[in-house]
Structure formats: C-alpha cells, structure tokens
Nanobody, 124 residues
C-alpha cells in the first residue's frame, strides 16, 4: 500500500496559478505511474494528468493541456501539478493517485492508492 498526502490547494482568482504537491510513502517501489484527478460537485472524477515514474513521460487531459504541468522528484517521492491560467471551471477537489498499471493509466480504476484530496477554487 502507498500512502499519499496532497497539499497546495486554495482559493485563487481566474488567470492565477497554484502548485499542488503529493508526497508518497510506503510501498512506493511498486508504483509505475502517478496521476492527478479532479472531481467537481455532482460530477464524476476526471483524469487531469499522469506521469510515468520511470522515464518521466507525461500525459494530460485536453482541457488542461498547455496550462498544467505534472512533474516528479524521485529523491523525495513527490509529484507536483503546476496549474497556470486557472479558470473557474477548474474548481474541484484534486486527488493524487498511484498506479501499478503497466501502460498509461487515465481511468480511476487503474489506480490503487489515493490521497485525501485538496480543494482548488477559482473565482471569476
């Protein structure tokens, strides 16, 4: 089991930036990829971005391409989500997740461990 702790959420005006962090501990050696998802009230949990732990390839949802950047620090077992040019529709709870999936995991079912979530609110 991998334990994940997110931080960095908050309230920001449209056009602003936030950086989310996710620190992993526990059985991290089994992790193949890390991802970020988000869930707005009354909606499903949607894929935002993923990074393959070995090699660092990244993948993004179309809605955040060019605005969000996922990165990792192997030495700290931490993954980041830099969010720029934020829009009100980015408002959601953001979840970090760890996957043992051999591929590009973009669905919640492909992730084994989840953080508690951090609220991001973008005001217009």
């Amino acid at each position: 089991q991998v334990q994940l702790i997110e931080s960095g959420g908050g309230l920001v005006q449209a056009g602003g930036s936030l950086r989310l962090s996710c620190a992993a501990s526990g059985r991290t050696f089994s992790t193949k990829a890390m991802g970020w998802f988000r869930q707005a009230p009354g909606k499903e949990r949607d894929f935002v971005a993923a990074i393959i732990w070995s090699g660092g390839r990244t993948y993004y949802a179309d809605s955040v391409k060019g605005r969000f950047t996922i990165s990792r620090d192997n030495t700290k077992n931490t993954v980041y989500l830099q969010m720029n040019s934020l829009k009100p529709e980015d408002t959601a709870i953001y979840y970090c997740a760890a996957s043992r999936w051999l591929g590009v995991p973009t669905r919640p079912v492909e992730y084994d461990s989840w953080g508690q979530g951090t609220q991001v609110t973008v005001s217009s």
